[in-house]
C-alpha cells in the first residue's frame, strides 16, 4: 500500500495502539492521514529510523490490547487488560493519554484550586474573614466547572459575589463609580492578600486558555457554559481585589 489513508491508520490503532507509526520505504500519508496522527500526538518514523530502536528499549511500557479488556481508549476505541501508565480517565472507563488537551485543563483547574486554599489560608491568619467568605465561593465555583467536565454535564452556577454575569462586567470595568477605587496596576507593596488575589486572576487565564484549546473546534464550542464560568471568574477576582483595596475585606474586629 503506497498511501496511508485515516482509515487504514483508525483500524490500525484501535487494533494496536501506540505512540508511533513506522512508514515503509515508498508510503507516503494522505493528508487527513497526517492530520490523525499529529492530533494524536502518534510520533511518525520511516523504515530506517524505527530499525534502529531496539524492541525491548529499557523502560518501554508494553501495552496490551484485549477486544474486551476493562478499559477502553476514548481516541479510538481500543481496549486495554490493565490501564497504562501514560493515560488516565476522562469519564468512567474511557482514557486519553496525561498529555491529552482535557487532562491539562483539569490539571490547571486543580493548580488553581491549590492556589485559592493558600490564599484562603493567609486571609484566614489576617483574620479578613469577608475575604475568606468570597474565596471559598471561587473555590465552590471551580470545582462545580470540573465536576461539569469530568461529568460531562451542564453547569448550572449563575451569580457570585452576589452578582449576575451582567453586573460582574460591569462593576470590573467601572471600579471607581461602584467602589471609589480606580483600576489597579500591581505593585510589590500593595500587601499579601491584594497580590494573592492578582495571582489567582492570572493563574484562572491560564486555565481558561486551556480550556479554549481543550474545547474549541473550527466552527464549534464544546463548552460555552465552562468557557463563560471562567471568564467570569477572572471578572470576580479583579473585583476582589478592587474590594481588598477599598478595605471591604478588613481584618476582624
Known amino acids: 500500500m503506497k498511501a496511508v489513508t485515516e482509515d487504514f491508520l483508525r483500524s490500525h490503532f484501535r487494533k494496536n495502539p501506540a505512540d508511533r507509526f513506522t512508514l515503509a520505504e515508498g508510503q507516503i500519508l494522505t493528508p487527513s492521514a497526517r492530520g490523525f496522527l499529529a492530533d494524536r500526538r502518534i510520533k511518525i518514523l520511516r523504515a530506517e529510523e524505527a530499525a534502529e530502536i531496539p524492541p525491548e528499549a529499557s523502560g518501554t511500557e508494553k501495552i496490551r490490547v484485549n477486544a474486551s479488556g476493562k478499559y477502553v481508549s476514548a481516541l479510538d476505541g481500543g481496549s486495554f487488560e490493565t490501564k497504562p501508565e501514560f493515560m488516565t480517565h476522562l469519564k468512567g472507563n474511557r482514557l486519553v493519554s496525561k498529555d491529552h488537551d482535557r487532562i491539562v485543563f483539569r490539571g490547571r483547574l486543580d493548580s488553581f ?4 486554599l493558600m490564599v484562603q489560608a493567609g486571609a484566614l ?4 474573614n469577608g475575604l475568606v467568605k468570597a474565596l ?13 467536565d469530568v461529568l460531562e454535564t451542564p453547569l448550572e452556577k449563575e451569580s457570585v459575589l452576589g452578582l449576575t454575569p451582567d453586573e460582574l462586567r460591569q462593576h470590573s470595568h467601572n471600579p471607581k463609580k461602584v467602589y471609589g477605587v480606580g483600576h489597579i ?6 500587601g499579601t492578600c491584594l497580590l494573592g488575589l492578582n495571582f489567582l486572576r492570572s493563574l484562572v487565564r491560564e486555565a481558561e486558555t486551556a480550556g479554549v484549546k481543550a474545547f474549541h473546534r473550527e466552527f464549534e464550542v464544546l463548552r460555552p457554559d465552562i468557557l463563560t464560568a471562567l471568564n467570569r471568574m477572572s471578572s470576580a477576582l479583579y473585583i476582589m481585589m478592587v474590594r481588598e483595596r477599598a478595605g471591604l475585606y478588613g481584618p476582624a474586629e
Do not use: N, Y
Request: contains cysteine; negative net charge.
Open 185 to 190: 496596576t500591581p505593585s510589590a507593596d500593595m
Open 136 to 148: 471559598g465561593e471561587i473555590l465552590e465555583w471551580v470545582r462545580e466547572i470540573m465536576k461539569a
Open 113 to 116: 484550586q491549590s492556589a485559592v
Open 125 to 128: 491568619e489576617k483574620g479578613c
